[in-house]
């Protein structure tokens, strides 16, 4: 590739330019100075690196800085860190040299941002690790997250250029902690465009057809909202209302996502649009003219009560604001209108920094985001939890939708979706989670099971004498609950390994044996069990005897048991010919080198020949192969991206791979033997398991099958959907966690 260096120049000064005069209306006296040190430090730091799309390294930084002013509203302090955040990672500046030009506070931010180097321990991953020490640094200053969110949307953005494997790590990681992060802090617009690009590099060809469908329908689309907006765009202009009427289409993600969940196709996703309402009020009318609005819509169209969402009187935990219904239209069809004004439309898009533009909101907004960064730092503080099990607590305080509920007095308290009335005993103190044995919910009594509902007020009830057992962790949702019960049942456990220990130490001291580390090895061995700690509970708990413990004398140790370290994909593993059924050959290319090595198919998403597949390295298994969109991808690609290979099938229809079909329909005389004949007899396809159930006249098939790739796949659906009764055919997967 040539590169015309003086045109690389001019373009890198005209991007810079332009992050200044974007960031313009914000900056004090002296910022120009100190964000353009921070840019000379990071072109000469980057001045020899490339991105992977040829482009000059320092664009990215500079991207990145933009889209923390222009998308996000942050100001200087996080300008100079965007721009500096790669280079103590990737070139010989230190964090002591940004610390002495730009002070504490920056350097702060930059180590948030800088990943950890060295090796990690067995059993942890790079990934989740990088995520937890990021998220220490979040605690403090929340910049850090919110310029790292600008630093993945950037690549996200420029995903194209990279390799295979490295495309599903990254949206894998996107979907899995970033996008629900984006989401936690209200930047609503970067958390859409997350999931879309998610999307768009796993699955393209869904992402392709929904986007398309999408523009197919945009001329009906628009001539219908404006027959729509007219009546209610009227009245408001008798009113005298300023506001701005506009819709937006679902995103593509939220499409794909109720397809997926429902099992319909995209002509059946019925809220494709949203018609939002901007009203331009002073702060103090905010509420009453949000609800004279409502009343406008509401004269016009039928509203579906249960579809009512007040989000003005009681904000989401992420500091949203607005008035949802849904009302029926003159054509039959179901719209939903969203009412706010400027500010609030303002907040629901940028987030968590465009709450200080509007002072009277900061302290509500701020005592919301306090409360969820207390739980952080709660799940942060807890030293014992490893990398791995810190980020899966941290994603439960991200995903949880919100339920109100009332304390006896009449105290409004916010609690997941879904939680039970043991959670609300343990947000409200661990003592007195720790003592519950049911609940008063509305006056009446229910077990700590209950779930709880919006409205719902709540009473505790307590004995001294309740403890805490196993069993309670699947009583509760929330991560606060969920990490108070295991310190508990720990404390426990650790009282019985003590009582363990000692019987342990005497029975050893009977026999002549000193304890030390190598005997504990083999004690560890003998007694089959993964930890020191779990054979001194089992001694404990009297499930190894003083007679079993008194067999170890005869014991003869073999090399102690080293747990598996998987350090890499060995991708150049001896070559095997796979066999299938009628011992017809198979070729699956593994690894950078494209080999044929040896591989077990993942049972949770049955992958043929023709669908994207990739390749994951187990600890006991060898290499599985998943498809890209199957649902345990992304926990898989986010936590353990450095055990995945690149998997590629070769294109071979002969041989025979289980799937799954669903058949919905409506029940006649003769639709079974129907539909076995066009698998059977005209597609010569071999049949696994079927079975069939039918309620008042509407049937439910599913059937395991053998066929030879996607296309063959999409042949039989074509001629399944063709079988009169038949409503709709769709592959399934077994759903199950390989």
């Known amino acids: 590739m040539v590169v015309d260096a003086i045109e690389e120049k001019r373009e890198i000064i005209n991007r810079y330019r332009r992050l200044l005069r974007q960031a313009k209306p914000i900056l004090k006296e002296g910022d120009a100075k100190l964000i353009k040190r921070a840019f000379t430090i990071a072109m000469e730091a980057h001045k020899n690196m490339r991105r992977k799309s040829g482009e000059p390294y320092i664009f990215h930084p500079l991207s990145v800085a933009e889209i923390c002013v222009e998308e996000i509203g942050l100001g200087t302090t996080s300008i100079v860190a965007a721009l500096l955040h790669d280079v103590v990672e990737d070139t010989d500046i230190q964090l002591a040299d940004i610390e002495r030009t730009f002070g504490k506070k920056i350097a702060k931010i930059v180590d948030g941002l800088t990943k950890i180097r060295g090796v990690f321990e067995y059993g942890t991953s790079a990934q989740a690790e990088n995520f937890r020490k990021m998220l220490f640094t979040l605690s403090e200053d929340v910049r850090v997250i919110l310029i790292k969110l600008a630093d993945r949307l950037h690549n996200m953005r420029t995903l194209e250029s990279m390799p295979r494997n490295k495309q599903l790590r990254v949206s894998s990681e996107t979907i899995y902690l970033y996008a629900p992060l984006a989401h936690r802090l209200g930047l609503n617009a970067i958390k859409t465009e997350l999931e879309d690009l998610y999307l768009r590099f796993t ?79 002073p702060i103090e009318q905010e509420k009453s003219f949000c609800w004279q609005v ?15 969402r007040d989000w003005i009187s009681t904000p989401k935990g992420n500091g949203y604001e607005s008035l949802h219904t849904t009302v029926m239209a003159k054509n039959g069809q179901w719209v939903e209108v969203q009412i706010r004004t400027k500010r609030m439309d303002e907040i629901a898009e940028k987030g968590y920094a465009a709450h200080w533009k509007y002072k009277d909101n900061a302290a509500k907004y701020e005592s919301n985001l306090e409360k969820w960064l207390v739980r952080v730092r709660e799940t942060l503080e807890k030293q014992d939890l490893s990398a791995l099990e810190f980020v899966d607590d941290f994603r439960g305080n991200l995903f949880n939708e919100e339920v109100f509920v009332f304390t006896p007095k009449g105290e409004l308290k916010t609690i997941p979706k879904g939680a039970t009335a043991l959670d609300f005993a343990f947000e409200i103190h661990t003592d007195i989670g720790a003592k519950c044995i049911g609940a008063k919910v509305n006056q009446k009594l229910v077990p700590i099971n209950h779930v709880l509902k919006n409205g719902d007020q709540i009473e505790i ?74 054979l001194l509970f089992k001694i404990g708990k009297g499930i190894i005897t003083v007679a079993d413990l008194k067999k170890f004398q005869d014991y003869k140790p073999s090399s102690v048991k080293k747990p598996v370290v998987v350090e890499g994909p060995d991708v150049k593993a001896i070559e095997q010919e796979i066999k299938s059924k009628g011992g017809v050959e198979d070729t699956l290319l593994i690894g950078e080198d494209m080999d044929v090595v040896e591989y077990k198919l993942a049972k949770c998403c049955t992958p043929i020949p023709g669908d994207e597949v990739f390749g994951f390295v187990t600890v ?75 309620d008042h006249g509407i049937f439910n098939g599913e059937i395991m099958l053998y066929v030879n790739d996607t296309r063959h796949l999409e042949m039989l659906i074509s001629k399944l959907e063709k079988v009169e009764g038949v409503v709709q055919v769709n592959r399934f997967d077994s759903r199950v966690i390989a």
């Not at 409502?294 to 009512?308: C, E, F, G, M, Q």
């Not at 289980?658 to 059977?680: A, P």
């Not at 396809?685 to 159930?693: A, G, H, I, Q, Y």
């Open 461 to 534: 009830l307590t004995s001294s004498k309740q403890k805490p057992n196993e069993d309670w962790l699947r009583f509760v949702i929330s991560p606060k609950a969920k990490a108070k019960i295991k310190d508990l049942l720990k404390e426990d456990r650790r009282k019985i390994a003590e009582e363990g220990k000692e019987i342990l130490i005497r029975k050893m001291r009977q026999m002549k044996i000193d304890v030390n580390g190598q005997v504990y090895e083999q004690l560890r061995d003998f007694f089959n069990v993964s930890s020191q700690l779990e």
């Open 203 to 281: 699955d393209y060809p869904t992402y392709k057809d929904i986007a398309d469908k999408i523009d197919e329908t945009k001329a009906s689309r628009n001539r219908f909202i404006k027959q729509f907006v007219q009546p209610i765009k009227d009245e408001l202009d008798l009113l005298k209302v300023e506001c701005e009427i506009k819709s937006r289409p679902k995103s593509i993600f939220s499409i794909f996502n109720k397809m997926r969940k429902q099992n319909i196709p995209f002509e059946e996703v019925y809220d494709l649009f949203a018609i939002r309402i901007i009203l331009d009020t």
């Open 620 to 694: 006991s298994e060898g290499i599985k192969i998943h498809r890209t969109n199957c649902p345990n991808a992304p926990e898989l690609l986010a936590n353990h991206g450095n055990r995945v290979i690149k998997a590629k099938w070769t294109s071979q229809h002969e041989v025979a791979f289980l799937t799954g079909l669903r058949i919905v329909g409506t029940d006649r005389v003769g639709l079974i033997n129907d539909v076995s004949k066009v698998i059977s007899e005209e597609l010569k396809v071999n049949m696994s398991s079927l079975s069939f159930k039918t």
């Open 294 to 308: 409502y009343s406008i819509v509401t004269d016009y169209y039928t509203p579906n009560p249960d579809r009512l």
